[in-house]
């Protein structure tokens, strides 16, 4: 059998970094491949975390570029024949402070937090292994958000029924409506980064949904989580967890033992699964 690979998007730095050295702290039996759109950038995380004496490779991904995932398919199929571990953990947030228009600070984010996930799952997805792990790494926000919707949107991202289409269509019409700055009146809360949480979380719900009707005996586990508030570039420094301590939820979704049947589909806090 090819040996085992594991994939971290976004892993320069952050969530994405604590969670590559904890697989590593955590002896995956296998390869553990950190992830960054810059590769300068990751290039340097990798070579920090080797100087630690953990046996870490790098490739190129930027999630926000098609092309970009489909190489690291093809990377990924020609090595190992397959992904038994993905962490979609690049993400973007723009600073309370932020001087762009709110239409733009929605467009930006959704492209990156939801639609870049999208991109690499419809890429990766495919290639998993029977006991693969996929961690989408959302947020508490997207719960808050949700909580702020109209109640006629809240009922539409929690219908089991809904499906990715019609999600990247609700996507859409945020972005729309941001731009319009109409949101507010249509319904939806008045955050960027929460409302692209919410197709994150909803996204892995369908995500689970779908591999439980094609792949029912792979033994396939996929789950949002939030890693907490963590003192990282976005989230700044008075966020109460550090970047290792955020790192554990993701980590523990990633590692869930083969034979495991939950959380599948599943917000994840705290390793606690959340109602949502």
């Given at each position: 059998m090819?040996?085992k ?10 969530i ?20 960054a759109?810059n ?13 630690e ?6 490739q190129?991904?930027?999630?926000c ?8 398919r ?15 953990n ?16 929605a467009?930006?984010?959704m492209r990156?937090?939801f ?13 998993l292994r029977p006991?693969?792990r996929?961690?989408n790494v959302s947020s ?9 919707c109209s ?6 991202f929690?219908?089991?029924?809904l ?5 990247c ?6 972005v729309?409506?941001a731009q ?7 319904g ?22 779908e591999l ?5 005996g792979?033994?396939i ?5 939030c890693?907490?508030?963590v003192?990282t570039?976005?989230a ?17 979704l990633?590692?869930?033992p ?7 589909g ?5 390793k606690?699964?959340?109602e949502?």
């Amino acid at each position: 059998m090819s040996k085992k690979v594991a994939v971290v998007t976004g892993g320069n730095k952050g969530i994405g970094f604590a969670i590559v050295k904890e697989l590593c702290k955590a002896k995956f039996p296998g390869d553990v491949i950190l992830t960054a759109r810059n590769e300068k950038l990751g290039k340097g995380a990798v070579e920090l975390l080797k100087s630690e004496g953990f046996q870490v490779t790098f490739q190129h991904l930027d999630i926000c570029d098609q092309g970009s995932a489909v190489k690291l398919r093809d990377f990924l199929q020609n090595t190992y024949g397959g992904l038994d571990v993905l962490v979609n953990n690049a993400g973007i947030a723009f600073k309370n402070d932020a001087t762009e228009p709110f239409g733009e600070q929605a467009e930006v984010t959704m492209r990156t937090n939801f639609w870049g996930t999208l991109w690499v799952s419809h890429a990766l997805i495919p290639i998993l292994r029977p006991n693969a792990r996929v961690v989408n790494v959302s947020s508490f926000v997207s719960k808050r958000a949700l909580d702020q919707c109209s109640p006629q949107l809240q009922a539409k991202f929690r219908d089991p029924k809904l499906t990715e289409e019609e999600l990247c269509g609700l996507m859409g019409e945020f972005v729309t409506a941001a731009q319009n700055g109409s949101h507010q009146a249509e319904g939806w809360p008045n955050t960027a980064y929460g409302t692209t949480k919410i197709g994150a979380t909803v996204l892995s719900m369908i995500q689970a949904r779908e591999l439980t009707k094609t792949r029912s005996g792979d033994g396939i586990l996929l789950n949002a989580c939030c890693p907490g508030w963590v003192r990282t570039d976005m989230a700044g420094d008075k966020a109460p967890k550090s970047p290792e301590e955020g790192a554990q939820t993701p980590t523990y979704l990633a590692l869930l033992p083969a034979g495991a049947k939950e959380p599948h589909g599943q917000l994840v806090w705290d390793k606690v699964v959340q109602e949502w």
